[in-house]
């Protein structure tokens, strides 16, 4: 247990629908980050948000929206997904955003059909 | 273009032997490394850490050389234990980069046979 918990840890959802994933920290952090990992390749990180303010965007498809509203809390709105948007979701914390140890919750297995 | 690289995909090792796992990288920016140890339907958990300034850092088992005109990290673990089976990852953060991201490589699958 890391203190970083997530949900639904699996969702299957088609390429119409709109679905959402939770992150919530208990660890007191500032930061909180989301990435994806898909099959054999490295973590991609999507999104920072420090202090609530997003910092950080990596050139993320508008169909997929994260969303910050307290320093605990993290989400990402999913609409309009693509097959090859399956993958893992990870999202993470740390004191802050800087060199600091990032803390990972388990992640939400995603299948777009 | 990946800027850490693990080329082993997977690395089995025999209870009690060592265990050598590589990272290469490209970016002489970097300063800071960490390895983090991912079990299946977990997230990766920090494993151990080492800053450019330095080439060795050691903690229990786990010992990771930094050889920076290589631009090559390793992570060691010895004696080798069933519960070190996982998917180790390389990390390395650009400080050059003002959100001091992490650059992750794609990971080694370590199997500890009895």
């Known amino acids: 247990?890391?203190?970083?918990?997530?949900?639904?840890?699996?969702?299957?959802?088609?390429?119409?629908?709109?679905?959402?994933?939770?992150?919530?920290q208990h660890l007191g952090h500032n930061a909180m980050y989301w990435?994806?990992?898909?099959?054999?390749k490295p973590l991609e990180l999507m999104f920072v948000y420090n202090f609530k303010e997003q910092t950080e965007n990596n050139s993320v498809p508008s169909r997929f929206s994260p969303e910050c509203p307290n320093s605990s809390h993290l989400f990402l709105h999913l609409h309009t997904l693509q097959p090859e948007d399956s993958a893992l979701y990870l999202c993470a914390s740390s004191q802050a955003s800087g060199p600091e140890t990032q803390y990972f919750g388990p992640g939400t297995r995603l299948l777009v059909l | 273009d990946q800027q850490v690289k693990q080329n082993s995909p997977s690395l089995s090792v025999q209870e009690g032997r060592i265990s050598i796992l590589n990272c290469d990288y490209t970016n002489s920016?970097?300063?800071y490394f960490l390895?983090?140890?991912?079990?299946?339907?977990?997230?990766?958990?920090?494993?151990?850490?080492?800053?450019?300034?330095?080439?060795?850092?050691?903690?229990?088992?786990f010992t990771v050389f930094l050889n920076k005109s290589a631009k090559h990290l390793s992570l060691h673990i010895v004696p080798s234990q069933p519960g070190d089976s996982a998917v180790y990852f390389c990390a390395a953060r650009d400080i050059m980069d003002s959100n001091y991201q992490l650059i992750w490589g794609a990971g080694t699958k370590l199997i500890i046979k009895p």
């Open chain 2, 35 to 61: 390895w983090y140890k991912k079990y299946p339907a977990e997230g990766p958990t920090f494993l151990i850490s080492i800053s450019s300034i330095k080439d060795k850092n050691e903690d229990g088992r």
């Open chain 1, 35 to 40: 990435y994806k990992q898909s099959a054999k």
């Open chain 1, 1 to 24: 247990e890391t203190g970083v918990t997530q949900t639904p840890r699996h969702l299957v959802m088609g390429m119409t629908n709109k679905k959402s994933l939770k992150c919530e």
């Open chain 2, 29 to 31: 920016m970097f300063d």
